[in-house]
């Protein structure tokens, strides 16, 4: 998960690649939750959606203080 936030938190001034080929893959889609090893720590959440074929969307942490990214 950190990865994923590691590479949205960059801001490009130019495009990594002149066109985007990678398609999406579906089984990063949805609600990720971190496990706490204590059961009083509250879970950590982000929610990754589609954009578009090639992009996602990424919403983290899931709540009142929520940032997006587009990956």
Do not use: Q
Not at 9 to 19: A, F, I, S, V, W
Not at 56 to 71: D, L, S, T, W
């Amino acid at each position: 998960m950190g990865a994923v936030l590691f590479l949205c938190g960059c801001e490009y001034e130019t495009p990594l690649t002149e066109k985007h080929t990678t398609p999406i893959d579906p089984a990063v889609l949805g609600l990720w939750e971190t496990v706490p090893e204590d059961r009083d720590e509250e879970k950590e959440r982000m929610m990754i959606l589609k954009f578009s074929s090639t992009e996602y969307i990424i919403h983290y942490p899931v709540g009142e203080n929520a940032m997006y990214f587009r990956a």
